[in-house]
């Protein structure tokens, strides 16, 4: 089978790290275009060169905005991921290069020079995106795939406006955007990634298993999992390695459902939150394939071939 070619939209971030690392050991990656989220975007663009210099690869680097589109965000989300959105570890400077074009130009230029063949992977708030469609509306023709993690498709989201996700909260007027513009894309959600949450002592496993990538998750994952535990998450939640598995192999899915989703930018308990048309009464556009359910041991072997903890 071909390896898959993506383009990552990403705020590293634990868990974008872990989904990093299973990009490069299981497709070819374009890019990694950078945004404001977890963190700020002078932490996020630093922990991706440090991503880059520890795959030892090539991978071009992209900065993107430092802001959302409209508002400023309610909260970001270093509480979760460390201050430097790496587990405040104190990694040396990294010495991969940043490339000087701004991250939305770098979405469409990929896209041109690669038309149909790239999946676009949305691991952020969907800033960039955002913008890349603003500049050039006819992006979603030469995406192959969008995949989004992001959004909580019953209202049981993760910040401070209950039923929103952070991704879609930290930025609702680009999800809004995005969600406009492409006519289908495929969203995995806050509540799946809930569903699809590791054991703790069979990730650990993994971990020792593995080579130095698992060194370096375990060393970086430390606040997260810590904060997850205490706030009686179960498991090992990775919002984006499993939009991340998604992306790699979308056979893994065993259940979606395609529906109208569309992003509350004004409520004043809910903004950002993503409402679905569930019972598609709207008579929308089902814009929206969203991911229910994965094979749970795939998502697993592709999690452990990329900490080097083979079968
Ligand atoms: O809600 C989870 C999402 O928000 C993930 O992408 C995580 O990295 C954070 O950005
Ligand atoms: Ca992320």
Redesign the pocket.
């Known amino acids: 089978m071909t390896r898959p070619q993506l383009l990552i939209d990403t ?1 590293p ?4 790290a872990l989904a990093i690392l299973m990009a490069h050991a299981h497709a070819d990656v374009a890019g990694l275009s950078i945004a404001a ?2 963190v700020g975007l002078g932490h996020t663009v630093r922990n991706a060169r440090t991503l880059v210099d520890l795959l030892g690869v090539a991978t071009p680097i992209f900065a993107g905005c430092a802001t959302p589109l409209v508002r400023a965000p309610d909260e970001d ?1 270093a509480f979760v991921h460390g201050q430097d959105g790496f587990g405040d570890v104190g990694f040396p400077a990294p010495r991969a290069a940043l490339t000087d074009e701004a991250a939305a130009l770098a979405l469409l230029r990929l896209t041109h020079e690669r038309p149909g063949q790239l999946t676009l992977v949305a ?2 708030p969907l800033t960039n995106l955002a913008l890349a469609l603003r500049i050039d509306p006819c992006l979603p023709e030469r995406v192959a795939r969008l995949v989004i ?2 959004g909580a498709v019953t209202g049981h989201g ?1 910040t401070g406006n209950v039923p929103a ?3 879609i909260g930290f930025d609702p007027e680009a999800a809004h955007v995005v969600f406009e513009a492409f006519p289908q894309f495929e969203l995995v959600d ?1 509540e799946a ?1 809930l569903r699809h949450a590791f054991d703790d002592a069979e990730f650990e496993g993994w971990l020792k298993q593995g080579d130095e990538r698992a060194g370096f998750y375990d060393s970086i994952a430390g606040t997260a999992r810590a904060y997850n535990a205490q706030h009686g998450r179960r498991g090992v939640i990775a ?2 390695a499993l939009a991340m598995a998604v992306a790699i192999d979308p056979s893994i899915v065993t259940r979606s459902e395609k529906r109208a989703v569309a992003v509350e930018l004004d409520g004043r308990l809910t903004r950002g939150a993503t409402v679905v048309d569930w019972a598609k009464r709207l008579g929308r556009p089902a814009n929206a394939d969203i991911v229910l359910e994965v094979d749970q041991a795939r998502f697993a072997a592709m999690v452990r071939r990329a900490l080097g903890a083979q079968d």
């Open positions: 705020d971030g634990v868990d974008d989220g977890n989300a691991l952020a993690m992001g993760n996700e952070f991704n806050w990634t919002a984006d």
